[in-house]
C-alpha cells in the first residue's frame, strides 16, 4: 500500500508540474465560418518560453483574423511589464490585437498606472475603455466593444463579499444601446453573461475565473472571489442565441484545467 501512496504523489507531482510549467493547449470552437478570433486571458505575467515565444508561435499557428485580450496580461504587484510589452509586439504582428484592462490592471497602485498605459500605447494596441472600433474583414464589420467598471475591483478592505455588479442598465450607460449588426464585446468578468447578452451582444469573451483554478469531473472548484463552484468558468454558454466565451485563462497555479488559447471561428 505505502509503494502505491508513494508512486501516486510522485505521478501527481510530475503531472502538477507539468501542467503549471510546461502546457499549453489550444481550444476550437467553430460558429461560424469567415472570421477566426483567438482568445487570450489572465496571463498573470506568466511566460512560456523565453519572450513568451511559445505563446506567440501557437497563435501564429492559427493565422487569427483578430486577437482578443480578455484582461489580466498583468498583475496589480507588477513592476516590470516589459514581458507583456514584448508579448504585445509579437501579437501585434499577427493581428490586430484588442485589450480590456481586468480587475490587476485595474488595481494597479496609481504610481505605476502611467507606466501600464503607456506600456499599452506604444505598442498600438487598441486598449478598449467603455468604447467602440469597428473591424472590417472581408465584407463584414464586426464593432468590437470593451467594457470598463468597477464590478471586477475587490473592495478597498480587501473583502470578497458584496461585491459591486453590472446590470444591463448599467452597461448601456457606459456603451450606449447596442447597435445593429455583429457586436463582439470584451468583458473581464463572465458572471453577468445574462446582462451582456441582453444588451445585445452577439458574442461576449471573459476570462477571470481562470477556469475555476481546480477542475474535477469537469467542474470549476474554486473562484478569485474565494466563492465554490463558480458558474460561467469555462467554454461557451449560449443566451438566446448569444454568446458568452469563457477562457480558463493561462496563469495562475491550476490543476486538472490547463492553460489555454482559445480560437473562435464566428
Request: glycine content about 10%; proline content about 4%; aromatic content about 12%.
Amino acid at each position: 500500500m505505502i509503494y502505491f501512496v508513494i508512486a501516486f504523489i510522485v505521478v501527481f507531482t510530475i503531472y502538477a508540474v507539468y501542467e503549471n510549467v510546461f502546457c499549453l493547449t489550444v481550444r476550437h470552437e467553430k460558429f461560424g465560418s469567415g472570421v477566426k478570433v483567438a482568445h487570450i486571458s489572465d496571463l498573470h505575467h506568466r511566460k512560456f518560453g523565453k519572450d513568451n515565444i511559445k505563446l506567440i508561435n501557437k497563435v501564429k499557428s492559427e493565422a487569427p483574423d483578430l486577437i482578443i485580450v480578455s484582461g489580466d496580461l498583468v498583475t496589480r504587484y507588477d513592476t516590470d511589464y516589459s514581458p507583456a510589452e514584448i508579448l504585445l509586439k509579437g501579437l501585434h504582428e499577427i493581428a490586430p490585437v484588442y485589450v480590456i484592462y481586468g480587475n490587476h490592471e485595474q488595481s494597479v497602485p496609481k504610481e505605476r498606472r502611467a507606466q501600464l498605459g503607456a506600456m499599452f500605447a506604444r505598442n498600438h494596441q487598441m486598449v478598449l475603455k467603455n468604447s467602440c472600433v469597428e473591424l472590417l474583414i472581408g465584407d463584414r464589420v464586426l464593432k468590437i466593444y470593451g467594457l470598463l467598471d468597477n464590478y471586477g475591483i475587490y473592495k478597498k478592505n480587501g473583502g470578497y463579499r458584496d461585491l459591486d455588479i453590472i446590470t444591463e442598465k448599467d452597461i448601456e450607460k457606459l456603451l450606449g444601446k447596442c447597435p445593429e449588426g455583429e457586436v463582439l464585446l470584451i468583458a473581464h468578468n463572465p458572471f453577468f453573461g445574462e446582462e451582456y447578452a441582453k444588451w445585445g451582444a452577439k458574442y461576449t469573451f471573459s476570462g477571470h475565473v481562470h477556469g475555476g483554478s481546480v477542475r474535477l469531473f469537469g467542474k470549476a472548484m474554486l473562484s478569485p472571489e474565494r466563492s465554490l463552484f463558480p458558474k460561467y468558468s469555462k467554454g461557451v454558454f449560449d443566451f438566446d442565441g448569444k454568446k458568452l466565451l469563457v477562457s480558463a485563462g493561462l496563469g495562475k497555479l491550476r490543476l486538472f484545467n490547463p492553460p489555454e488559447i482559445v480560437i473562435y471561428e464566428i
